[in-house]
């Protein structure tokens, strides 16, 4: 079975052939402009798809300025020294978060926002606050109407690269 302007792995250098829809994972990205992604003109979704081997250690997003896809590497969930923070990093499938983070002990939450990776420190937010975050459906939605409102003390935006 064909998708449209799908045939191999958006992994370039895997380069997988697209056989049928059971194997890896397809994403449909809503474009308005389809001819600067090589579109034609009514068809107003990007599909792209990733092999199940690529699938389990990247995913996709768009550069829309650019139009090009971009592969974005899983981190692997890991503790990792940041700030002095233990920080334990979650995936995030989000095209405006790249990273959560929590120090457990101390009760640290941060999260690094895209596109400039610039991180956002929360000051004691409780272990039940992180996991419905990391559960919930739209992490910004989930920020904006429940996090914020709750004025937990905060340290941020902190410069460079925060998620290792
Ligand atoms: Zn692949």
Request: a positive charge; hydrophobic letters at 35%; glycine letters at 8%.
């Amino acid at each position: 079975m064909g998708v449209p302007g799908v045939h191999t792995c958006a992994n370039s250098k895997c380069g997988q052939e697209f056989r049928r829809l059971a194997d890896g994972k397809l994403y449909a990205f809503t474009v308005d402009d389809p001819q600067n992604w090589g579109l034609p003109a009514h068809l107003k979704q990007k599909v792209v798809w990733l092999c199940s081997a690529c699938a389990e250690s990247m995913y996709v997003r768009l550069d829309r300025r650019r139009h090009v896809v971009q592969l974005v590497q899983r981190r692997t969930e890991a503790h990792v020294h940041t700030g002095g923070f233990r920080m334990k990093w979650s995936n995030v499938d989000s095209a405006s978060i790249s990273g959560i983070g929590y120090d457990k002990s101390r009760r640290v939450l941060a999260i690094e926002f895209l596109p400039h990776s610039k991180a956002y420190l929360y000051f004691d937010v409780p272990p039940e606050e992180h996991q419905a975050l990391l559960n919930s459906q739209s992490k910004v939605e989930y920020l904006d109407q429940v996090f914020k409102p709750k004025g937990y003390r905060y340290q941020g935006p902190l410069k460079g690269r925060w998620v290792a």
